[in-house]
């Protein structure tokens, strides 16, 4: 069999594994008998409580794990950058603070989120872009700048906040980070925006591919290279600001999983976008079910996992690069 099916098999499998393991485990706890039977005929309250309340949680991580994945993946393609992520370069936060700002200013509509978020995210990435372009795109200019972009949306994401607090205005747990009492509204917003985002993504692999060329030699190519670059980015920035609106900042997904994909199937993007999605689908899954089962009744937000897993992780890409490129 050939590795890169074996490999794909490997990852469906899991997931499905993971899925079914977090669907009955956890401070309501049914076996796989009861779900099935509730499934099918009703009857169960607590196989009742965990489809209302655990599965779209499941979903909804599964989701934002795909969809924060591709981001990293067009990214990197984008910015030729193996260290370019959505919440690292400061996409994440520039679409938290605008979903923020969406959500005190026109709580009337429910997809102001996603549309806000999609805003803040696009605002960030101009912005990393602008203030990092000096006769190219350096790939250490390119995290320092998007770390600074990452600070400033988050102190104004904080700030307003505390003026909320100080109002006593609420703010909803929906722009916390973290997936605790996700809906199916929420799994509507992700799973539509997200497929739409993936699919886009997966339409574009071959601009991806030709993108890893020089500019030069895609040009010769027959590529509008700055046409390019901006669909890929609005696509990113897309599938990175409805996964931020509706699941908070998670940050280093789209670092972690496109570095650990192409070692195992290779940087071919029409096969690495959908392995990533699967990728990341698991990685946020397996992260925000060992949270909540760890200490339960206590939970471990996903986000906190991925900062622990991912910040070593980004340290090791840098000092490897530095070795590799001389950045």
């Not at 196989?47 to 794990?65: E, L």
């Not at 990728?279 to 996903?302: H, K, M, N």
Request: proline share 3%.
């Amino acid at each position: 069999m050939n590795k890169k099916i074996l490999y794909f098999l490997i990852v469906i499998v899991l997931l499905l594994a993971m899925a079914g393991y977090s669907a009955v485990t956890g401070s309501v706890s049914v076996s796989f008998k009861e779900l099935i039977m509730d499934l099918l005929d009703g009857g169960n309250e607590k196989a009742a409580a965990i489809i209302d309340f655990r599965f779209p949680r499941i979903i909804v991580a599964m989701f934002a794990g795909a969809a924060l994945s591709v981001a990293g993946v067009l990214f990197q393609a984008v910015m030729r950058n193996p260290l370019a992520d959505a919440g690292v370069i400061g996409i994440s936060a520039g679409a938290s603070f605008f979903s923020l700002f969406g959500m005190l200013f026109l709580p009337g509509l429910y997809i102001s989120g996603p549309f806000f978020a999609f805003i803040g995210g696009s605002v960030a990435c101009l912005l990393v872009y602008w203030l990092s372009w000096k006769s190219g795109l350096n790939p250490l200019r390119i995290i320092l700048t998007g770390i600074a972009v990452s600070a400033m949306f988050t102190g104004l994401r904080e700030a307003m906040l505390m003026i909320c607090s100080y109002f006593n205005v609420m703010v909803g747990a929906s722009n916390a980070s973290n997936l605790l009492m996700k809906t199916w509204n929420d799994v509507e917003v992700l799973t539509i925006y997200g497929l739409i985002g993936i699919i886009l993504a997966c339409i574009s692999s071959s601009w991806c591919n030709v993108l890893s060329l020089q500019d030069k030699k895609a040009k010769n190519l027959g590529m509008n290279v700055s046409a390019a670059r901006i669909s890929i980015s609005a696509i990113a920035v897309l599938l990175a600001a409805v996964a931020t609106a509706v699941a908070g900042v998670i940050v280093f997904v789209g670092l972690l999983v496109p570095h650990i994909a192409r070692q195992l199937i290779g940087s071919d993007h029409r096969i690495l976008i959908p392995f990533s999605a699967l990728a990341g689908a698991l990685l946020i899954l397996t992260a925000d079910t060992l949270g909540r089962t760890l200490i339960s009744p206590l939970e471990i937000p996903a986000s906190t996992i991925m900062a622990v897993i991912g910040g070593p992780f980004l340290i090791f890409l840098l000092r490897k690069s530095d070795r590799v490129h001389g950045i």
